[in-house]
C-alpha cells in the first residue's frame, strides 16, 4: 500500500456507495470568486453550520445525515483561478468536455449535445456539480439554499432509488462493483471478484496495466488522490423497451428453436404465472442484460429467473461455451476474465458506477411520455482510457469479440432499428438473431468532472490569482 494512502483525504462517494434513498446534483456557476472560495474553504473544514462539509471516504459509527461532494469541470478548474501551467497538466479529453467528446461515447442523433437541455447546451459555464445525498427529500433543500448563497444554480437534477433497487427497465441494478484492497465495504461482503488496484479509480496509484501509472495533474497537492467522473443523464425509453420484448417474443414464438429458450413445462421457474409469450419476453430481457430483471446473472442460471437453488450474484466468469451471450450489457461493460480479443483489457477498464433514477414511476399498463432515466456517475482515474474506451470500442462497435463486432449494446448502445442485431445463445451453442432494436437510452446531458481530495479542495480554495 502506498504509504500516502489516506481514506481521509478521498472524497466519500469513490470507493464506497452511499446508498442513500435520495441525491440533488447541482451544477453550478463561479461568478463570486471569493464566495466561491470561501465556501470551499468552510466546506472542506467541516465546522461551520451554514456551509455543508464535504464528505470523507472514511468509516462511520454513524453516517452522517447528509453526504456532499462536489465534482469541478475543466473550465471550472479555470473559473477558480487555476494556473494554465497546471490545468495544461489534466488529459485531454477532460480538458475538451464531453461535449466536445460526444461522437466518441456515442452522443449522436437525438443524443447529440445540441439537444440537450439547460444549463447543459451551454458548457462553458458548467462548473461545479455538486451532489447530495440523503435518505429523506428535506436536507435536500437546506443545503441548496447554503450552495446557493456562494454559486449561481444553472440547474438541478432529482434523483431516487426505485422500490427493490431497479431501474426503470425493470433490472436490479448496482449489484457488482469493483472493490479495492483496504477499502472495506460492508455491502461486498462475501464477493470473490478480484480486488482492483488503487488506481483503477485514485491518481497516484499503480493500475492494473503493468507499469502503468496515470498522470497526476500538478500540483502535487491538486492532482494527487484525485478522480475524474463522466457524469450522465441517461433518458430511458421505458415505453419502447416494454414494447421491443413484444415484438421479438412474438418474433421468436414462430421460430422451431424458441422451447430451447423457455421449456413451456417449466415456465413458472422464469416467471409465476407466466405463457410462452410472457416467458420469452424475460429470456429476451435477460440475455440482452446478462442478468435477469431479478439481478441473478444469466451465466449461473440459464433456464430459471428463480433457480431451485441460490446462486451468488457477483462470483462467476465468462468462457467460450457461455450461455450468456458476448453481447450482453454486462459482457461489454465488464467481460471479466473471459475470452476477448484484446487480452491486455481485462479487468483494466473496470469503472465505479453510481446512480440513481429520475422521474415518475412507470405503469406498464397505462404508458405515457414521460421522461424517466438515471442520473449515472462513471469514476475511474483515467476518461479516455477507462469511460470513453468501454463506450466507444466495447459498447458501441463490440471490438472485443469477432462474433459480436459490428453490433451496439442492445439496451446502452446508439442502435438504429434498420441496422441494430443481437444473437442470443441457445444451449448447444448455436444463436438467433433478433433485428430491429431501437436506441433504448439517450443522452439528455452530462460533463467530465474531476473529483479533488480533500487537499485538493483546500488547494482550490486558497488560490489568489
Known amino acids: 500500500m502506498n504509504k500516502a494512502f ?21 451544477i ?37 445525515a447528509v453526504c456532499f ?75 441548496q439554499a ?71 495533474p500538478t500540483p502535487h497537492e491538486l492532482g494527487f488522490n484525485g478522480s475524474f467522473n463522466a457524469f450522465r443523464i441517461l433518458a430511458q425509453d421505458v415505453v419502447g423497451f416494454e414494447a421491443y420484448l413484444d415484438q421479438a ?41 446478462g442478468r435477469w430483471r431479478n439481478g441473478v446473472p444469466y451465466e449461473l442460471s440459464p433456464d430459471a429467473q428463480f433457480p431451485e437453488e441460490p446462486v451468488s450474484l457477483t462470483n462467476f466468469d465468462y468462457t467460450r461455451n457461455s450461455r450468456c451471450p458476448a453481447g450482453s450489457h454486462l459482457r461489454r461493460g465488464n467481460p471479466r476474465g473471459g475470452p476477448i480479443v484484446q487480452r491486455i483489457a481485462n479487468y483494466t477498464r473496470r469503472l465505479v458506477r453510481r446512480g440513481m433514477s429520475y422521474g415518475p414511476d412507470f405503469d406498464p399498463q397505462q404508458p405515457d411520455s414521460h421522461e424517466r432515466g438515471l442520473l449515472g456517475s462513471f469514476i475511474g482515474a483515467n476518461i479516455g482510457a477507462q469511460f470513453e474506451a468501454v463506450m466507444c470500442d466495447w459498447i458501441n462497435l463490440g471490438l472485443h469479440d469477432p462474433t459480436i463486432t459490428g453490433s451496439n449494446d442492445p439496451l446502452l448502445g446508439a442502435n438504429t432499428t434498420e441496422t441494430s442485431w443481437f444473437d442470443m445463445r441457445l444451449p448447444d451453442g448455436e444463436t438467433i438473431r433478433i433485428r430491429g432494436i431501437p436506441r433504448l437510452i439517450t443522452s439528455r446531458g452530462g460533463a467530465y468532472t474531476f473529483l479533488p481530495s480533500i487537499a485538493a479542495i483546500k488547494y482550490l480554495s486558497e488560490l489568489t490569482n
Request: glycine share 10%.
Open 6 to 26: 489516506d481514506l481521509g483525504d478521498i472524497q466519500g462517494n469513490i470507493l464506497r456507495g452511499y446508498r442513500r434513498n435520495f441525491v440533488r446534483h447541482l
Open 146 to 216: 447554503q450552495v446557493a448563497g456562494a454559486f449561481d444554480v444553472l440547474g438541478v437534477r432529482n434523483g431516487r432509488n426505485l422500490p427493490e433497487g431497479k431501474v426503470f427497465f425493470g433490472y436490479v441494478d448496482g449489484i457488482s462493483q469493483p472493490r479495492f484492497k483496504h477499502v472495506i465495504d460492508p455491502d461486498q461482503v462475501g464477493v470473490d471478484e478480484p480486488i482492483d488496484p488503487l488506481g483503477t479509480a485514485l491518481l497516484g496509484y499503480p493500475t492494473r496495466q503493468e507499469g502503468v501509472t496515470f498522470r497526476v
Open 249 to 289: 417474443a412474438t418474433e421468436l414464438m414462430e421460430h422451431p428453436e424458441a422451447t430451447q429458450l423457455a421449456d413451456p413445462e417449466n415456465l413458472d421457474r422464469i416467471g409465476e404465472g407466466l405463457d410462452l409469450h410472457g416467458a420469452l419476453r424475460e429470456v429476451v430481457a435477460a440475455q440482452m442484460c
Open 69 to 143: 461532494n462536489i465534482g469541478v469541470t475543466f473550465e471550472g478548474l479555470r473559473a477558480l483561478g487555476t494556473p494554465s501551467e497546471h490545468l495544461d497538466t489534466f488529459p485531454t479529453e477532460f480538458r475538451q468536455g464531453m461535449t466536445k467528446r460526444a461522437m466518441k461515447i456515442g452522443d449522436f442523433g437525438e443524443s447529440a449535445p445540441e439537444h440537450w437541455p439547460a444549463p447543459f447546451g451551454t458548457p462553458d459555464r458548467v462548473h461545479i456539480i455538486a451532489s447530495i445525498h440523503a435518505d429523506t427529500e428535506e436536507p435536500l433543500d437546506e443545503v
Open 28 to 64: 453550478l456557476e463561479v461568478n463570486d470568486l471569493a464566495a466561491a472560495r470561501g465556501f470551499l474553504a468552510a466546506s472542506v473544514d467541516g465546522n461551520n453550520s451554514d456551509v455543508p462539509a464535504i464528505t470523507r471516504d472514511t468509516t462511520w459509527r454513524q453516517k452522517p
